[in-house]
């Protein structure tokens, strides 16, 4: 298996991120982890298995989750506004 490096994604403040965990306690999670905790930021990585005759990717995406487009593709929206 081989890992691959999709790059970091920067969410910004913690704020909100984390659904059922009071602010102050995610900001000291942050921080007692070496990670700032006014920018949480997440390691988007993709396995690839070597199968013998073929490689499959693993790669989940984020999609359109809290309102970023990760996937780099037109939405149905802009396809229709000719943006392809």
């Given at each position: 298996m081989t890992v691959v490096s999709d790059g970091p994604l920067p969410l910004g403040p913690p704020?909100?991120?984390f659904i059922g965990v009071p602010d102050e306690e995610v900001k000291k999670m942050l921080s007692d982890n070496f990670l700032?905790?006014?920018?949480?930021?997440?390691?988007?990585n993709s396995p690839i298995v070597n199968m013998g005759d073929r490689l499959v990717l693993f790669d989940t995406g984020m999609g359109t989750s809290k309102g970023l487009r990760t996937d780099h593709r037109p939405s149905a929206?802009?396809?229709?506004r000719g943006w392809h």
């Open positions: 704020k909100g991120t700032s905790p006014e920018n949480v930021v997440l390691e988007q929206e802009e396809y229709g």
